[in-house]
């Protein structure tokens, strides 16, 4: 019997991914708008509040388990910031560039020993809106930020992003490189090491 979870997101290539790597628990993953789901208020402070909010708000209006990712950029030179903004430092209604572009300007005093960043990925799986023990799962990739662009790859603030170990930015790896190394491929790797004990021992509300 296959089983459908809820992707908090209308996002269409995480909707593939998951599709794809659920394949072999049997089950089906739909986007949230299939159940007239509007997005949820992201009112938390960390990527794991927000990540909860939005799986819990999938699940109350559906009564299925629900999925949910968060994800941002990490500068220290920032205390942090973008962070949980980091789709919309430049302001609402801003794009990827403005808010590069925001980044570049805000680090343009920086010396290259204070520049250390990092992409966080966290992924929530609630099995119903009142789930006392959510599977969380988190990757991180470590970097720096560039002076400038650099890349054809990627989006956000991938072409400003210098990954570690390597001389390249994100948007200079190919797909499947930075698939393998990214913040969101290890927690989604981490997601498929423990979701099967979850389905397994599903429980309603």
Do not use: W
Request: with cysteine.
């Amino acid at each position: 019997m296959t089983q459908t979870i809820v992707l908090a997101s209308g996002n269409k290539g995480k909707l593939k991914e998951f599709n794809e790597t659920l394949q072999q628990f049997s089950v089906s993953v739909l986007p949230q708008s299939h159940f007239n789901v509007e997005d949820a208020d992201e009112t938390g402070l960390t990527f794991v509040e927000n990540a909860i909010i939005k799986a819990r708000h999938a699940c109350e209006i559906t009564g299925l388990p629900a999925l949910a990712d968060d994800s941002g950029l990490e500068v220290d030179a920032l205390q942090g910031a973008p962070g949980i903004y980091s789709a919309r430092f430049a302001g609402a209604g801003k794009g990827d560039a403005d808010n590069s572009q925001k980044l570049l300007e805000s680090m343009q005093d920086v010396p290259d020993s204070e520049r250390s960043a990092r992409y966080r990925c966290v992924l929530v799986y609630m099995r119903h809106a009142k789930d006392p023990m959510p599977l969380i799962c988190q990757g991180t990739l470590e970097g720096s930020i560039a002076h400038a662009p650099r890349g054809e790859f990627g989006f956000g603030y991938d072409p400003l992003f210098l990954v570690n170990n390597t001389d390249k930015t994100a948007a200079e790896l190919t797909p499947e490189v930075k698939h393998s190394i990214s913040h969101r491929g290890q927690a989604v790797q981490l997601f498929l090491e423990q979701i099967s004990g979850y389905l397994s021992n599903d429980t309603s509300q």
